[in-house]
């Protein structure tokens, strides 16, 4: 049994029963000082309790009675930083994770409490002053959020990317289209690659993408396009055309080493040549 004591004019020492009976197990980062005798005591304890001598300090998430019972029952807090903020809290063996929203009603630890097998009656007051307690104790740990993931994840992207100056190509996976000395990337194959809309990606990756996006005709069909900063994404753009041609040169070589019929990728894409006007950036 747990407790800590409430009324400091009496040594623990002056109580017959706890004479050399009682340990300290808290540590420097507790509040208080916690105490802890074996459970063949725990009757004695109670009386004590009941004298307003001390308070037990709950282990079991069944036994909280009460908010207040939570706190010593809290062994780790970490608040993550970096975009929305997010709360760990171990708490009696358990790891209860809060998203900043969670973090504004008592209903999600409720819920957690539930699983473990405890309904408790929380007010929002009460919750308030539990959450301040865990921001006011809790870890500080920076952690990439979730847009600069999608930035550096994007940036990748683009690095790996072939840059070629035919539009035909430039809707491709891993292609990038190089137009007057300009880069611009396919809107759809970013935004299929990042796994998020246009309109937030537009966003996210505002300090890369320069100006609107432009429309472009392929095989008669209309794509937008985003035109990149290449010195803000890293691009090489001579080293990457010198990849792509050496590339092609590779395959020419092979086909024609094979006798085989040289293939595209719009090959591969089964898609029909357009025979319309010649693209242009509208």
Known sequence: MRFVVLKEDIPLDDIYFLRGKYRVV????DPEIIYEVDDNLRSDMKVLERAGFIKEIKQEIHEVEKVDDLIPMTERVEIIQGGSLFLRV???GHTLSFTEGQLLTPTT???YLLRMGKVLRIS?????????????????????SEEEEVAEKFLNYVSECRIVEDAKGAVLP?????????IYCSTDTIAEKMGFSKRKLRSI?????VGNSVQLRVYGRRYRFWEISADKCGIDIEKQLAKDEVEEKNV?????????????????YNWTPWNGEDDNIS
């Open 26 to 29: 808290s540590t420097p980062t």
């Open 124 to 144: 929002q007051k009460d919750w308030e002053e539990l959450l301040q307690y865990w921001l006011d104790t809790g870890n500080k740990v920076n952690e990439v």
């Open 109 to 111: 630890l409720r819920k």
């Open 174 to 182: 891993y292609t990038l289209l190089l137009r007057d000395s300009r």
């Open 205 to 209: 990756l505002s300090d890369y993408i």
């Open 252 to 268: 020419e070589e092979e086909g024609e080493e094979n006798g085989d019929e040289i293939r595209t990728e719009a090959d591969r």
């Open 90 to 92: 171990q708490l009696g």
